[in-house]
């Protein structure tokens, strides 16, 4: 064994830019695949995470602008959600609706001391905790009681704690802060998302009873619901839905931008059909440019082979036996295959780790928070090492083609061969 090792080793040595591209082809072929998989796979993990972030099985609703006149009202007429849609959706929709509730958005200037700063705060029922899901750091989310009560309380977030609290962010808990003019009590601290500011939180009858008394919005609805497990049934009810709060309006029933609906379930379904797509796109492309490596391969083994025919020849005819020279081209194939498949594996995860550590880090500004539109752009180990192994494979049964046909060629006839 170790002289077919020198032999194969002199044999590349000899022909170096043969050798080279046959390498270069194999490698690239790995390097490329592993690259596109990663690149899909920090999109794909990027979007599950940012729809992992909302309930599925809830909607939300808004007031939106008619497109449509009807009896007698003219068309761009602005709608504002009121008391009796909330009333008409927990309700008029019990056989599908679980629990209801709303949101009332205001802007103010939260001051602890001499810190202060200008968030958003979301007046909320305690279903919002359900629907857009918050992983308190200490403390507690707003509760039923609060709602009750109509307590003046507020949960922020870590950033927004640690500029209120620069010192040690967690001692906010428990104490008042000023929400303008008004004292209101720290109960929860949750993690922000991104390098977004996010809202504070608080109970929805507090901030509409402060701040939005003299308006008639009631601000946007949201709930959950059960028993819609299809895109066609989502529809259907989204329909029957928006032509109920439409006729609380005076809208047309038809008209679908007077209520703005949000439905995570539907765009759930949405989003899985577009990252099993893009996942099949990505297999595609990385195994047709695996083919071109393994063409490659194929190629220059058959030019290999012609070239060496007078070689093979004397081989025979001084009596060397046809597996003798098929072990030879198979063994090249093999070591040539598995060695260049590694450097464009190694090559690979290289390039993921460096978009991992660059474009992994990357922010884009959505207004109310910030998202990494890359999360974690690698493959696994085991994805690597099948797609080397599959060159490997096929290497080996590129060289096996004409490797056979060397094997039986008569020692005369190799003798002729040019």
Known sequence: MRDIFTEIWQTARRNKLRT?????????????????????NGLINATMKMSGNFLANSMEAY???????????????????NSKDLTITDSEFKDYIDEVGACYYVN???????????????????????????SLICG???????????????????????????????TLLGRFVKVGDISFKVVGI??????????????????????????????????????????????AFEKDYRRRLNANHQAHPDDERSIWIWNAYTQSLQMEQGISIIHTFLWVVGLFTLLSGIVGVSNIMLITVKERTHEFGIRKAIGAKPWSILKLIIIESVIITTFFGYVGMLFGIFA???????????????????????????????????????????????????AYKASKIRPIEALRAE
């Open 20 to 40: 080279t591209l046959t390498g270069f082809a194999v490698a690239w072929g790995i390097f490329m695949i592993i690259v596109l998989l990663g690149a899909g």
């Open 63 to 81: 007031g939106g602008t008619t497109s449509l006149a009807y009896n007698g009202l003219s068309e761009g007429r602005y709608i504002q959600l």
């Open 190 to 235: 949750y993690k922000s998302r991104g390098d977004g500011e996010g809202n504070a939180y608080s109970a929805y009858s507090t901030i509409k009873g402060i701040y939005g008394a003299n308006s008639s919005s009631l601000g946007n609805i949201e709930f959950t619901f059960h028993g819609l497990t299809t895109e066609e049934a989502n529809e």
């Open 140 to 170: 507690r989310f707003v509760n039923e009681i609060d709602q009750k009560e109509k307590r003046k309380v507020l949960v922020l977030n870590d950033r927004q704690a640690k500029e209120l609290e620069p010192k040690d962010y967690k």
């Open 108 to 134: 103010s200037v939260v001051t602890n001391g001499e810190q202060y700063m200008s968030m958003q705060i979301a007046g909320v029922y305690p279903v919002h905790t359900k629907i857009s899901k918050r």
């Open 352 to 402: 993921n780790e460096y978009m991992d550590a660059t474009l992994g880090h990357e922010v884009t500004d959505l207004g109310m928070e910030k998202i990494t539109l890359f999360v974690n752009p690698t493959v696994g180990l085991d994805v690597c090492f099948e797609a080397t192994m599959v060159m490997v494979i096929a290497g080996t049964i590129a060289g096996l083609i004409p």
